[in-house]
């Protein structure tokens, strides 16, 4: 008996499916209040370490200022680390100073600058100094400085420091060290 070979055709649909198996990095975002200053120093350092290793950190200090400073002027501390103050005359930073028009105008442009690094990863880091007076000054709501953040591009890391920071953004941070006296 010979055997009978029975060729049949199914009909399979042909599925293009993407399915990624590694999913892409989320960038950090670390928040530091602290209501002295030393603590700084070592996340500074931190940025600079980055930096020298080949990656790109911005620093903004949206309320400290230095001569000739400001976008204009930026500083380079290392190659890869750029490092903008307030173009101003005076310390913006403290509690009992009221801003002229000119100096609320210097510390809103540094924040349209880091606002446009935080959404196009102009830089791995972005440390910003001070975020906190922003929001207790009244130049941006609380619901801006969460949108940044929400809205950040993936890869970009970002640390935010202060004496005070809004409570709702520990919906957002990675890490939140609150330094007490």
Not at 61 to 71: A, E, K, S, V
Not at 76 to 105: F, I, P
Request: glycine share 4%; aromatic share 4%; net charge negative.
């Amino acid at each position: 008996m010979a055997a009978q070979i029975i060729k049949t055709e199914t009909n399979v649909k042909s599925h293009t499916q993407t399915q990624t198996l590694v999913k892409q990095i989320q960038g950090n975002v670390q928040v530091f209040i602290a209501p002295q200053r030393f603590l700084y120093a070592d996340i500074f350092a931190q940025g600079l370490r980055v930096a020298g290793q080949g990656t790109q950190v911005l620093l903004v200090q949206l309320f400290q200022t230095g001569i000739n400073q400001g976008l204009s002027n930026p500083r380079r501390l290392v190659e890869n680390l750029e490092w903008l103050r307030c173009e101003a005359q005076r310390d913006l930073s403290k509690n009992d100073v009221e801003l002229t028009d000119v100096e609320k105008l210097a510390v809103l442009e540094l924040w349209e600058y880091a606002k446009t690094a935080i959404a196009t990863a102009k830089a791995s880091l972005i440390i910003i100094d001070e975020v906190n007076l922003l929001i207790k000054r009244s130049l941006v709501t609380e619901q801006e400085l969460l949108e940044i953040l929400e809205n950040r591009a993936s890869k970009v890391n970002i640390i935010l420091t202060g004496s005070s920071m809004p409570t709702a953004i520990a919906d957002y941070a990675d890490q939140i060290t609150h330094c007490r006296n």
